[in-house]
């Protein structure tokens, strides 16, 4: 996605990561899980992404279909 899809807080939207996850406590989780080890490694999947920031760049992960997550 370039800039001119990007609208700030709105990106990515949350009506496109529940495609992939089902639920938003699920989406948060996967999220903050993904952003920890973004942080430590400091590498992300998404280096194409425009997010800055781990939590920002585990959500374009999500989006981009290449974090997989399973729940029990």
Sequence with gaps: ???K???GMRYPSVDLLLDEID???KL???AAKRAKII???EWT???DGICVKPV???LEEI???KTKMTFK
């Design 1 to 3: 996605m370039s800039k």
């Design 5 to 7: 899809g990007y609208d």
């Design 23 to 25: 639920s938003k406590y």
């Design 28 to 30: 948060a989780y996967a």
């Design 39 to 41: 942080e430590e490694e």
């Design 45 to 47: 999947s998404a280096e």
């Design 56 to 58: 920002g760049q585990a």
């Design 63 to 65: 989006l981009m279909g």
